[in-house]
């Protein structure tokens, strides 16, 4: 975000090129959806680990860590939709217990990333649970945080009472009001889920009884608030912006697929961007019932509009290819699902091969296409690119508009052209209007939508104001505080 926010002013600049081809890059391979024009929506998955191998072996936040731990403290969804001059965040609880790829055994989301291929598995834990697709990917460390703290000279939070967590990450604020959190108290601020405040009638520390799920809201607030000191120190002046990517270049990971002109026009569309604008959402979630592991578990019926929002389903509107992730069974064998997926992405689906299960190549008689409560609409587009029939079944595993193909001798391959929608027959709508089933995401209950209209209306995001977990706070003085 800070990035977007400075490239605007430094984008005329000689050095432009060179700095941003210094940023350090990852390959990801076939994980992120096809290459996009630059105008369409984009999401960006944006990590926070809690790797801090690069900071200083003396340092107290090495204190109790070994060398080379990796997982995600910080998961975000940013959206951008250039044509609209719209961005929304989405947080994802650390703890949330889910599948998790490769295998689909159940775990918190923030162990998906690690291992060798890491990045990877998070990536795709986010598509095959939640039906969002990956565009691009950022990672930033404890140093690069506090290096993008520093480049700012600090970040203005406002506090109506004295907060600490001296415990887990050195926090210890006893100022109140609007205060300036240097490199080190902002990285203690993020990271806090074991918070306490100063109770102003008692005297007494309390507990934040929100932990993790109060820390998003801080981090949500955090974000804002650092797009906004990057704009009020003069981000957007070429000078200034220039010495605040420099901070980046040393601070953050990108995927190798984000090109230097890709940067330059997201950069000009957003130079402008308003960032008390910002739609900001929290995946919702409810308390595991376990007494050995704490953990997150989704509330579904109301976390889909939301998802909905990062997956560009929306009301009334047609769903297209790029709405559509498509995985594709391992019965075929490798070599002709790759020769289809290949196609598929083509003409802008985002397909998988899945690994898993009969890879013996001895296709079914038959294709067919299983869709979930939110697919109904791309199990339909699927069927006018393939070259043969495609029968569907129901499958309520399957989120949003992913769907699953089961490659069946019949299919001949893919259209350059796809069928009128009238040529196809239409996925059947389940027997009830709801229905509950057990599945891989646990025990569900999923509304079923109606033709025509694939999703609901996502709710209200949260108001740029952020109510800090259960902290008191004044969001009046909050807003002035920059």
């Not at 609007?178 to 918070?195: E, K, M």
């Not at 909905?308 to 769903?319: C, I, K, N, S």
């Not at 609901?456 to 909050?478: N, R």
Request: glycine share 8%; aromatic share 4%; charged share 25%.
């Amino acid at each position: 975000m800070l990035v977007l926010v400075c490239l605007s002013a430094a984008g005329g600049l000689s050095l432009f090129r060179s700095k941003v081809a210094s940023l350090d890059t990852l390959e990801l391979g076939v994980s992120l959806a096809p290459k996009l024009a630059d105008d369409e929506p984009r999401n960006i998955l944006i990590i926070g680990t809690d790797n801090a191998d690069r900071l200083d072996p003396t340092d107290p936040v090495r204190s109790k860590r070994g060398r080379g731990g990796r997982l995600a403290d910080v998961i975000m969804v940013a959206r951008l939709e250039p044509r609209e001059n719209r961005a929304s965040l989405l947080s994802i609880p650390r703890d949330t217990w889910l599948p998790i790829a490769p295998f689909g055994d159940k775990g918190k989301i923030n162990s998906a990333i690690a291992g060798s291929r890491g990045s990877e598995n998070l990536i795709d834990t986010i598509k095959r649970d939640f039906g969002i697709s990956i565009d691009n990917y950022v990672e930033v460390d404890f140093q690069g945080f506090r290096q993008l703290v520093a480049a700012l000279d600090g970040i203005p939070v406002y506090l109506t009472v004295p907060v600490r967590d001296t415990e887990h990450t050195g926090l210890n604020l006893t100022e109140t009001g609007c205060i300036v959190l240097d490199p080190v108290q902002a990285l203690a601020y993020a990271r806090s889920r074991h918070l306490q405040y100063k109770d102003p009638k008692t005297g007494k520390w309390v507990p934040d009884a929100s932990s993790d799920l109060g820390r998003i809201s801080r981090q949500q607030d955090f974000i804002e608030r650092a797009a906004q000191r990057a704009v009020d120190r003069g981000a957007r002046n070429p000078a200034t912006a220039l010495s605040l990517i420099d901070a980046a270049t040393n601070a953050i990971t990108i995927d190798n697929t984000m090109t230097v002109g890709q940067i330059r026009d997201l950069a000009a569309r957003f130079g402008n961007f308003n960032v008390e604008s910002l739609q900001k959402y929290q995946l919702p979630t409810g308390s595991g019932k376990s007494s050995k592991v704490s953990y997150q578990v989704v509330d579904w019926e109301q976390a889909e509009p939301i998802l909905d929002v990062f997956r560009g389903l929306v009301y009334g509107r047609e769903v297209t290819p790029r709405n559509v992730q498509v995985e594709i069974g391992p019965e075929a064998g490798p070599d002709a699902a790759a020769a289809i997926s290949s196609a598929l992405e083509s003409h802008g689906f985002d397909t998988d091969v899945m690994a898993d299960g009969d890879a013996s190549g001895k296709r079914p008689a038959k294709t067919v296409i299983r869709f979930g409560a939110r697919g109904r609409e791309g199990a339909a587009v699927l069927a006018r690119w393939l070259e043969g029939p495609a029968r569907f079944t129901y499958d309520p595993d399957l989120p949003g508009a992913r769907v699953h193909l089961v490659m069946g001798e019949d299919l001949k391959g893919v259209r350059s052209e796809p069928l009128p929608r009238e040529a196809i027959e239409a996925p059947p709508l389940a027997s009830a209007t709801t229905t509950t089933v057990p599945g891989r995401r646990g025990a569900t209950t999923t509304l079923v939508p109606q033709p025509g209209a694939p999703v609901t209306t996502a709710p209200p995001a949260t108001p740029s104001t952020t109510v800090v977990g259960l902290v008191p706070i004044d969001p009046e003085e909050a807003a002035k505080c920059r």
